[in-house]
C-alpha cells in the first residue's frame, strides 16, 4: 500500500482553518488546481456519503465521496469514486490540530492507495507534492 503525505503550519486559529477544510465542496476557493466543483444530488456539504464532483484545470473530471467528518477532532476522511490517476482503494485523510505553543494550526493531509507493481511510487509524489502540499501552500497563503 503506497501512502502519499503532506504537512504544514498555518498562522490562523484552528476554528478558521477548519470552516474551510471541512466544506466538502469548497476545494476551488482555496486549492489551485481545482477549477469547479459541486455536491452530487443536492447534498449538504458536511453530509457524510456526499459525492463531490470537480473538474481540475486541465479538465480532467473527480469524483470523491466524504466517508466520515468528525467537528470534535477536526478531520475527515473521502474515497474516490472516479479518481484522477489509475489506483485502488484510495483513501484520504485530513486532519487538522492546534498548536499549543505559539498559537496556529497544524494541518495534515494523506492518502493510501495501490498502484499497478509497474508504477510502485509513481502517483506517491504526484498526490503529496502536486495535491497535498500545493493545497496546502495555497490554503496557508490564502490565510496569511
Partial sequence: MALAYASTVIAAPIDRVWAIIRDFNGLPG??????RSEIEEGKAVDAVGAIRSFYLADGAHVREQLVA???LE???SYIFVKPAFPVTEYVSHIRVAP??????TFVE????????P???GKYVDAVANGVFAAGLAALKAKLA
Avoid: C, M, N, Y
Fill in 30 to 35: 482555496w486549492h489551485p488546481a481545482i477549477v
Fill in 69 to 71: 467528518l468528525d467537528d
Fill in 118 to 120: 509497474e508504477d510502485a
Fill in 109 to 116: 493531509w494523506s492518502a493510501r492507495f495501490q498502484e499497478k
Fill in 99 to 104: 498548536i499549543t505553543a505559539g498559537g496556529g
Fill in 74 to 76: 477536526h478531520s475527515l
